[in-house]
Protein backbone atom coordinates (compact mmCIF):
# COMPACT_ATOMS: atom_id res chain seq x y z
CA UNK A 1 0.00 0.00 0.00
CA UNK A 2 1.06 3.28 -0.16
CA UNK A 3 3.89 4.87 2.67
CA UNK A 4 3.36 8.17 4.37
CA UNK A 5 6.69 9.86 6.04
CA UNK A 6 6.41 12.74 7.93
CA UNK A 7 9.52 14.88 9.13
CA UNK A 8 10.27 16.00 11.54
CA UNK A 9 8.75 13.25 14.07
CA UNK A 10 9.24 15.97 17.04
CA UNK A 11 9.58 19.41 16.84
CA UNK A 12 9.81 22.49 20.11
CA UNK A 13 9.46 25.69 19.16
CA UNK A 14 9.38 29.16 21.32
CA UNK A 15 6.39 31.18 20.92
CA UNK A 16 6.77 33.37 17.95
CA UNK A 17 8.86 31.13 15.68
CA UNK A 18 7.79 29.97 12.42
CA UNK A 19 8.43 26.18 11.34
CA UNK A 20 7.44 23.63 8.25
CA UNK A 21 6.43 20.67 8.32
CA UNK A 22 6.59 17.84 5.72
CA UNK A 23 4.74 14.90 3.98
CA UNK A 24 6.12 12.57 1.67
CA UNK A 25 3.94 9.56 0.03
CA UNK A 26 5.20 6.72 -2.31
CA UNK A 27 2.56 7.20 -4.76
CA UNK A 28 0.11 9.17 -6.43
CA UNK A 29 -3.05 10.83 -4.41
CA UNK A 30 -7.20 11.78 -4.98
CA UNK A 31 -6.74 13.46 -1.61
CA UNK A 32 -4.15 14.67 1.18
CA UNK A 33 -5.26 16.51 3.98
CA UNK A 34 -3.54 17.88 6.91
CA UNK A 35 -4.91 17.44 10.36
CA UNK A 36 -4.08 18.44 13.86
CA UNK A 37 -4.60 16.65 16.73
CA UNK A 38 -5.11 18.82 19.79
CA UNK A 39 -4.70 17.19 23.48
CA UNK A 40 -7.76 15.58 23.96
CA UNK A 41 -7.81 13.24 20.51
CA UNK A 42 -9.72 15.80 18.46
CA UNK A 43 -8.69 15.82 14.34
CA UNK A 44 -9.15 19.43 13.23
CA UNK A 45 -9.33 19.72 9.43
CA UNK A 46 -6.70 22.23 8.41
CA UNK A 47 -6.39 21.97 4.92
CA UNK A 48 -7.92 19.60 1.68
CA UNK A 49 -5.27 19.98 -0.61
CA UNK A 50 -4.39 17.19 -3.37
CA UNK A 51 -1.91 19.83 -4.83
CA UNK A 52 -1.86 23.43 -5.40
CA UNK A 53 -1.34 25.81 -2.44
CA UNK A 54 -3.62 27.28 0.25
CA UNK A 55 -3.63 30.03 3.18
CA UNK A 56 -5.25 29.86 6.17
CA UNK A 57 -4.33 32.75 8.86
CA UNK A 58 -0.94 32.04 10.18
CA UNK A 59 -1.06 28.29 8.50
CA UNK A 60 -0.48 27.65 5.08
CA UNK A 61 0.04 24.57 2.75
CA UNK A 62 1.79 23.30 -0.73
CA UNK A 63 1.69 20.15 -2.32
CA UNK A 64 3.78 19.29 -5.27
CA UNK A 65 1.92 16.13 -6.60
CA UNK A 66 4.04 15.54 -9.15
CA UNK A 67 7.16 14.94 -6.64
CA UNK A 68 5.02 13.67 -3.99
CA UNK A 69 5.69 15.82 -1.09
CA UNK A 70 3.64 18.34 0.71
CA UNK A 71 4.28 21.14 3.18
CA UNK A 72 2.68 22.56 6.21
CA UNK A 73 3.69 26.26 7.13
CA UNK A 74 3.35 27.47 10.51
CA UNK A 75 4.27 30.94 11.06
CA UNK A 76 4.49 33.15 14.50
CA UNK A 77 3.32 30.02 16.27
CA UNK A 78 1.28 30.45 19.69
CA UNK A 79 1.45 27.66 22.69
CA UNK A 80 -2.20 26.91 21.65
CA UNK A 81 -0.53 25.44 18.03
CA UNK A 82 0.84 22.32 20.15
CA UNK A 83 -0.24 19.07 19.43
CA UNK A 84 0.28 16.34 16.93
CA UNK A 85 0.14 17.76 13.25
CA UNK A 86 -0.88 14.62 10.85
CA UNK A 87 -1.15 14.07 6.57
CA UNK A 88 -3.33 11.73 5.59
CA UNK A 89 -3.52 10.78 1.73
CA UNK A 90 -5.97 8.90 -0.22
CA UNK A 91 -4.55 6.70 -3.31
CA UNK A 92 -5.66 7.32 -6.36
CA UNK A 93 -6.98 4.10 -8.13
CA UNK A 94 -7.58 2.35 -4.68
CA UNK A 95 -9.57 2.51 -1.99
CA UNK A 96 -11.57 5.40 -0.77
CA UNK A 97 -9.64 5.51 3.07
CA UNK A 98 -7.19 7.73 4.32
CA UNK A 99 -3.99 6.36 5.03
CA UNK A 100 -2.25 8.40 8.10
CA UNK A 101 1.82 8.79 8.15
CA UNK A 102 3.12 8.31 12.04
CA UNK A 103 2.71 12.07 12.77
CA UNK A 104 4.55 15.35 13.60
CA UNK A 105 4.61 16.25 17.39
CA UNK A 106 4.84 19.98 17.91
CA UNK A 107 5.16 21.87 21.25
CA UNK A 108 5.37 25.50 21.46
CA UNK A 109 6.63 26.96 24.53
CA UNK A 110 5.87 30.27 26.21
CA UNK B 1 -24.39 23.07 11.69
CA UNK B 2 -23.91 20.07 13.78
CA UNK B 3 -20.59 18.23 13.83
CA UNK B 4 -20.04 14.81 14.05
CA UNK B 5 -20.75 12.92 16.90
CA UNK B 6 -19.54 10.01 18.75
CA UNK B 7 -20.66 8.72 22.05
CA UNK B 8 -19.74 7.32 24.64
CA UNK B 9 -16.41 9.67 24.95
CA UNK B 10 -15.14 6.75 27.66
CA UNK B 11 -15.51 3.68 27.68
CA UNK B 12 -13.54 0.78 29.73
CA UNK B 13 -14.03 -3.46 29.03
CA UNK B 14 -13.02 -6.53 30.37
CA UNK B 15 -11.17 -9.22 27.95
CA UNK B 16 -13.72 -11.04 26.10
CA UNK B 17 -16.37 -8.54 26.36
CA UNK B 18 -18.18 -7.48 23.37
CA UNK B 19 -18.34 -2.99 22.93
CA UNK B 20 -20.71 -1.06 20.88
CA UNK B 21 -19.65 2.56 19.87
CA UNK B 22 -21.82 4.88 17.99
CA UNK B 23 -21.24 8.15 15.42
CA UNK B 24 -23.74 10.40 13.72
CA UNK B 25 -22.27 12.01 10.59
CA UNK B 26 -22.22 15.57 9.68
CA UNK B 27 -25.03 17.45 8.43
CA UNK B 28 -25.73 16.32 5.14
CA UNK B 29 -22.89 13.54 4.97
CA UNK B 30 -23.99 10.29 4.06
CA UNK B 31 -20.49 7.81 4.00
CA UNK B 32 -19.10 7.04 7.46
CA UNK B 33 -15.44 5.62 8.26
CA UNK B 34 -14.04 4.09 11.37
CA UNK B 35 -10.63 4.40 12.24
CA UNK B 36 -8.34 2.97 15.09
CA UNK B 37 -5.85 5.09 16.61
CA UNK B 38 -3.46 3.47 18.82
CA UNK B 39 -1.36 5.53 21.30
CA UNK B 40 1.44 7.45 19.69
CA UNK B 41 0.00 6.13 16.16
CA UNK B 42 -1.74 7.84 12.77
CA UNK B 43 -5.25 6.59 12.69
CA UNK B 44 -6.10 3.42 10.76
CA UNK B 45 -8.64 2.72 8.61
CA UNK B 46 -11.39 -0.30 9.68
CA UNK B 47 -14.08 0.21 7.48
CA UNK B 48 -16.56 2.43 5.62
CA UNK B 49 -20.34 2.24 5.31
CA UNK B 50 -22.43 4.10 2.52
CA UNK B 51 -26.33 3.35 1.62
CA UNK B 52 -26.48 0.67 4.32
CA UNK B 53 -23.54 -1.20 3.51
CA UNK B 54 -19.64 -1.83 4.20
CA UNK B 55 -17.97 -0.73 1.00
CA UNK B 56 -14.26 -1.14 2.19
CA UNK B 57 -12.61 -2.62 5.13
CA UNK B 58 -8.83 -2.38 6.37
CA UNK B 59 -6.64 -5.33 7.64
CA UNK B 60 -8.90 -6.01 11.02
CA UNK B 61 -10.49 -9.25 12.03
CA UNK B 62 -14.22 -10.41 12.04
CA UNK B 63 -14.50 -9.35 15.56
CA UNK B 64 -14.67 -5.79 14.37
CA UNK B 65 -18.19 -5.22 12.39
CA UNK B 66 -20.64 -2.26 12.15
CA UNK B 67 -23.77 -1.07 10.79
CA UNK B 68 -25.05 2.17 9.29
CA UNK B 69 -28.73 3.02 9.84
CA UNK B 70 -31.12 4.91 7.39
CA UNK B 71 -30.62 8.08 8.80
CA UNK B 72 -26.58 7.97 8.08
CA UNK B 73 -25.66 7.03 11.64
CA UNK B 74 -22.96 4.18 12.45
CA UNK B 75 -22.18 1.85 15.30
CA UNK B 76 -19.05 0.25 15.36
CA UNK B 77 -19.04 -3.18 16.83
CA UNK B 78 -16.43 -5.20 19.07
CA UNK B 79 -16.55 -8.72 20.16
CA UNK B 80 -14.08 -10.67 22.38
CA UNK B 81 -12.39 -7.40 23.49
CA UNK B 82 -8.40 -7.96 23.28
CA UNK B 83 -6.09 -5.40 25.51
CA UNK B 84 -4.67 -4.66 21.78
CA UNK B 85 -8.14 -3.36 21.43
CA UNK B 86 -7.28 -0.63 23.97
CA UNK B 87 -7.46 2.77 21.33
CA UNK B 88 -9.11 5.90 20.58
CA UNK B 89 -11.77 4.68 17.65
CA UNK B 90 -12.51 8.04 15.80
CA UNK B 91 -15.60 8.68 13.20
CA UNK B 92 -15.42 10.20 10.10
CA UNK B 93 -17.91 11.53 7.88
CA UNK B 94 -18.16 12.86 4.05
CA UNK B 95 -20.38 12.96 1.17
CA UNK B 96 -20.22 9.99 -1.38
CA UNK B 97 -18.43 11.61 -4.50
CA UNK B 98 -15.51 9.76 -4.94
CA UNK B 99 -11.77 10.39 -3.23
CA UNK B 100 -12.38 14.33 -3.85
CA UNK B 101 -14.13 14.80 -0.89
CA UNK B 102 -12.98 16.06 2.69
CA UNK B 103 -13.11 13.94 5.59
CA UNK B 104 -14.07 15.62 8.66
CA UNK B 105 -13.78 13.65 12.14
CA UNK B 106 -15.83 13.46 15.72
CA UNK B 107 -13.97 13.92 18.83
CA UNK B 108 -13.59 10.25 19.51
CA UNK B 109 -14.58 7.13 22.03
CA UNK B 110 -11.33 6.25 24.22
CA UNK B 111 -11.59 2.29 24.75
CA UNK B 112 -9.79 0.71 27.79
CA UNK B 113 -9.33 -2.79 28.15
CA UNK B 114 -8.24 -4.24 31.26
Known amino acids: GIQVEQSPPDLILQEGANSTLRCNFS?????LQWFHQNPWGQLINLFYIPSGTKQNGRLSATTVATERYSLLYISSSQTTDSGVYFC????????????FGKGTKLTVNP | DAGVTQSPTHLIKTRGQQVTLRCSPK?????VSWYQQALGQGPQFIFQYYEEEERQRGNFPDRFSGHQFPNYSSELNVNALLLGDSALYLCASSLKRGVLETQYFGPGTRLLVL
Open chain 1, 27 to 31: DSVNN
Open chain 1, 88 to 99: AVVRRGGSEKLV
Open chain 2, 27 to 31: SGHDT
